[in-house]
């Protein structure tokens, strides 16, 4: 069994190591058949060997990677007062992921990666 986002958390310093962490424990509340892992040299929550989320300390925010175009989610994240790019959210110290907008993305991960499998 793979520890890569367990390792990779315990190396953190808090605040952050909090924050991040409770990222992919609500993402493991979404989706419990996430296994631990890498996807793109990150530590990643992997769902059928497939990336569907990453966290990770960059240096001056906590990077969220839910893999896949966030284009369709643009809005939402703008809304919230979020920063990001076309494939990541930035939170800044003091900001949060509202818990709808990861449920929605993670969501969406899951059924882009069930629609693969079934082709």
């Known amino acids: 069994m793979s520890t890569e986002v367990t390792d990779y958390i315990a190396e953190l310093p808090e605040p952050e190591r909090a924050r991040i962490a409770g990222l992919y424990a609500r ?10 892992g890498r996807s793109y040299n990150m530590p990643a929550l992997l769902y059928r060997g497939k990336g569907l989320f990453s966290a990770m300390l960059t240096k001056h925010h906590i990077g969220v990677y839910p893999y896949g175009s966030l284009g369709e989610l643009a809005e939402e994240v703008t809304a919230a007062g979020l920063g990001s790019t076309k494939g990541s959210i930035h939170l800044r110290a003091g900001e949060t992921l509202p818990d709808e907008l990861l449920a929605r993305f993670v969501a969406r991960r899951v059924a882009q990666i069930e629609a693969a499998a079934a082709r």
């Open 27 to 36: 993402v493991r509340e979404l989706v419990p058949d996430a296994d631990e």
